[in-house]
């Protein structure tokens, strides 16, 4: 077994991305703990119960210690920095103003909706899952991060009306039909063209991160731009924990394209929670099918990434007019076919995102020798 200052220098490599200091370096690992049979429990202080990041030090934990001879499982667990340690950390850092509770403390579950290319319908989408999972009874925020292309205003019938701020100087996001939206649209002339650089959109989104209050959300859908560029890359950088519904058609060369997302989402670490495949079919007002963008292109997708086929939603002419009228048809006309398959896409969704996490609390000294200790999930004593 490697000794624990091995580990503790192994685990040098994790890096909190808020501060961008390593967690050796922030102090932030409470305790290291081995077991004969391999199994290592390593502790880490978060700066915030709700930590939006606690995913990224899970896995990034896990990764720096299963490298080293000898370690056949690594357990995290978390606890949360005393006001005592916290000044410390502070002093340490030269802040006089408080930590940073992190981008999103108080959202559940971030989404970013993301194609290869455009012209699939994402940001359709997008407002349309958005009022579905409202439906459903959850909190819900929309971020149009498509700077470029934004279109989500439009969709919400919002235009260009400009967010109060609040008295923490936090803007407040726009509301309608329930769900929370903030955009690009909302700072410049109705329909002008935003001509930015990688710099501007990096800053600009970060703004929409921290500086929005979003509150409390089950979830906040993130509306990417068509492609791979600087937004994802951004985004992936601002929000490690967020996951990705890649959306296509089911035109093969559209599919080939949306698998390009998907590389780009593996590159950043982001994990790729399902595909929709949209425009599949083409359903008259008399419910004759035409198979118009062909077929199959998104369950192909979906079985080649190994991930689960989250919906299909065809094509209608009220989907097409309720998008440019400024009301999501999930709302307005919920039994349209394609309606009712995106109220069962928002179905889907949740039934395979995370439960809500129990609030922290201070991880108790384990009182068992080490050499009784359990591997994770092992609760009834080994014969």
């Given at each position: ?42 502790t ?13 030090f ?18 995290v ?44 319908g ?23 991060a ?18 109060a ?26 329909d ?71 590389q ?10 399902g ?6 079919g ?7 099918r ?10 192909e ?8 086929m ?14 440019d009228a400024?009301t ?56």
């Amino acid at each position: 077994m490697p000794s624990h200052d091995e580990i503790r220098k192994a685990l040098e490599v994790v890096i909190d991305p808020e501060l961008h200091r390593s967690i050796v370096e922030l102090d932030m690992v409470r305790s290291i703990e081995t077991s004969p049979n391999g199994v290592v429990d390593v502790t880490v202080s978060l700066t915030t119960p709700g930590c939006p990041i606690k995913g990224h030090f899970q896995t990034a934990v896990a990764d720096a210690v299963s490298k080293l001879e000898g370690v056949s499982h690594v357990n995290v667990f978390f606890d949360v920095l005393s006001d005592e340690q916290k000044a410390a950390l502070q002093q340490k850092l030269g802040r006089g103003g408080p930590l940073p509770a992190g981008a999103l403390a108080q959202v559940a579950n971030v989404i970013c909706v993301g194609s290869g290319k455009g012209g699939v319908g994402k940001s359709t989408l997008t407002a349309n899952l958005a009022a579905a999972l409202t439906a459903e009874g959850k909190r819900v925020g929309v971020l149009d991060a498509d700077v470029w292309g934004y279109s989500i205003p439009r969709m919400y019938g919002l235009g260009s009306t400009r967010p109060a701020v609040s008295a923490q100087r936090k803007i407040i996001p726009l509301e309608a039909h329930g769900v929370r939206v903030m955009s690009i649209g909302f700072f410049v002339e109705e329909d002008a063209a935003v001509v930015w650089r990688g710099p501007m959109l990096h800053k600009a989104l970060t703004q929409f991160l921290q500086d929005v209050e979003w509150g409390a959300l089950d979830y906040l859908l993130v509306d990417l731009p068509p492609g791979t560029g600087d937004v994802s890359m951004t985004l992936a950088q601002l929000l490690p924990q967020a996951r990705f519904l890649i959306v296509t058609t089911p035109q093969p060369t559209a599919q080939k394209v949306a698998r390009r997302a998907a590389q780009m989402a593996e590159k950043v670490s982001l994990e790729i929670c399902g595909v929709v495949e949209n425009m599949s079919g083409f359903t008259t007002p008399g419910g004759e099918r035409f198979q118009i963008f062909g077929e199959g292109g998104g369950q192909e997708l979906a079985d080649e990434l190994d991930v689960p086929m989250l919906g299909k939603v065809p094509l209608t002419m009220p989907l097409r007019e309720q998008a440019d009228a400024g009301t999501p048809l999930a709302i307005e006309n919920p039994d349209d076919p394609a309606a009712q398959a995106i109220r069962q896409l928002a179905r889907g969704l949740v039934a395979i995102s995370p439960l809500p996490t129990l609030p922290l609390a201070e991880v108790a000294p384990v009182a068992a020798p080490a050499e009784d200790r359990k591997p994770v999930g092992m609760s009834l004593p080994m014969a």
